[in-house]
Nanobody, 116 residues
Framework: QVRLVESGGGLVQPGGSLRLSCAVSGATSIIKFMRWYRQAPGNQREIVATLATDGGADYAASVKGRFTISADSAKKMVYLQMNSLKPVATAVYYC??????????WGQGTQVTVSS
């Protein structure tokens, strides 16, 4: 099993930045990739960014160039750096781990609110 704990959410003004963190524990050696999702009220959950074990990253078109997903293997942390935030980014952000078995694990989520 894998346990994920997100942190770093909060209230930020439009144009501001936040860095979300995800602490990863458990069977980390069988993680195929890490992913950040978000879900805004009334909207479907959407993929924000994906990080493969080879370091390759992929982003939703809406965040490309402004968000960066990264990992610190030694600390077992995954990050989502979010710059130039817009009000539409307001959502609960979830860290997920997908294993080579295709099982997936989710964190509890962290709220991000972009508002003046």
């Amino acid at each position: 099993q894998v346990r994920l704990v997100e942190s770093g959410g909060g209230l930020v003004q439009p144009g501001g930045s936040l860095r979300l963190s995800c602490a990863v524990s458990g069977a980390t050696s069988i993680i195929k990739f890490m992913r950040w999702y978000r879900q805004a009220p009334g909207n479907q959950r959407e993929i924000v960014a994906t990080l493969a074990t080879d370091g390759g990253a992929d982003y939703a078109a809406s965040v490309k160039g402004r968000f960066t997903i990264s990992a610190d293997s030694a600390k077992k942390m995954v990050y989502l750096q979010m710059n130039s935030l817009k009000p539409v980014a307001t959502a609960v952000y979830y860290c997920t781990a997908v294993l080579f078995t295709d099982n997936s694990y989710w964190g509890q989520g962290t709220q991000v609110t972009v508002s003046s």
